[in-house]
T-cell receptor, first 118, second 111 residues
Framework: NAGVTQTPKFQVLKTGQSMTLQCAQD?????MYWYRQDPGMGLRLIYY???????DKGEVPNGYNVSRLNKREFSLRLESAAPSQTSVYFC?????????????????FGPGTRLTVL | DAKTTQPPSMDCAEGRAANLPCNHS???????VYWYRQIHSQGPQYIIH???NNETNEMASLIITEDRKSSTLILPHATLRDTAVYYC????????????FGTGTRLQVTL
């Protein structure tokens, strides 16, 4: 199993350019997440997808869009990049059993995409 | 408001136990305590979680106080590879687990 994979690993954009960050998981997880991490800070949730076909905003959604392409893939799009979006982006996934089950929803993280917007 | 409070940094000698504290005085009855760590600039890694009983796995032990207002993560024999930022998080399980990361504790293991 590859776990959670992210592409690209590094990217440099100019202000106003667009790009899509790709994330895929092979663990048959139902929930997927996008976080960003600024220098010296903890991770902040951008968007998440509790199950295939659903997406919801997290703490910092402005300037981003997401697509849950299928159960395996969850992409993050920057339509018009800004220097404030310079960050490391992490994708994560987990299997959420629902409130009737125990706490089994451990999140597994990808290696991150390091994005610089000039 | 922050759900957890952790010291910003700690040091530990290699081979000794590392005890990382966390305060979560407003934890709800259905919230679990999770610990993750982030080594250098890698993605966070799950360590352990618990509700009210103490827990142990191959990586660490988690001690939760009886009133559940604080907990301690114990790495029994710290190595240089345990140098990382450790995050204590409280969250309800089974609800798409939107983890809220604070700034964590930076643990430096030294020779």
């Amino acid at each position: 199993n590859a776990g959670v994979t992210q592409t690209p690993k590094f990217q440099v954009l100019k202000t106003g350019q667009s790009m899509t960050l790709q994330c895929a998981q092979d663990m048959n997880h139902n929930s997927m997440y996008w976080y960003r991490q600024d220098p010296g800070m903890g991770l902040r949730l951008i968007y998440y997808s509790a199950s295939e076909g659903t997406t919801d905003k997290g703490e910092v959604p402005n300037g981003y869009n997401v697509s849950r392409l299928n159960k395996r893939e969850f992409s993050l799009r920057l339509e018009s990049a800004a220097p404030s979006q310079t960050s490391v982006y992490f994708c994560a996934s987990t299997y959420v059993a629902g409130t009737s089950g125990g706490a089994t929803d451990t999140q597994y993280f990808g290696p991150g995409t390091r994005l610089t917007v000039l | 408001d922050a759900k957890t409070t952790q010291p910003p940094s700690m040091d530990c000698a290699e081979g000794r136990a590392a005890n990382l504290p966390c305060n979560h005085s407003t934890i709800s009855g259905n919230e679990y305590v999770y610990w993750y760590r982030q080594i250098h600039s890698q993605g966070p890694q799950y360590i352990i979680h618990g509700l009210k009983n103490n827990e142990t796995n191959e990586m660490a032990s988690l001690i939760i106080t009886e009133d559940r207002k604080s907990s301690t993560l114990i790495l029994p024999h710290a190595t240089l590879r345990d140098t990382a930022v450790y995050y204590c998080i409280v969250d309800r399980a089974g609800t798409a687990s939107k983890l809220t990361f604070g700034t964590g504790t930076r643990l430096q293991v030294t020779l």
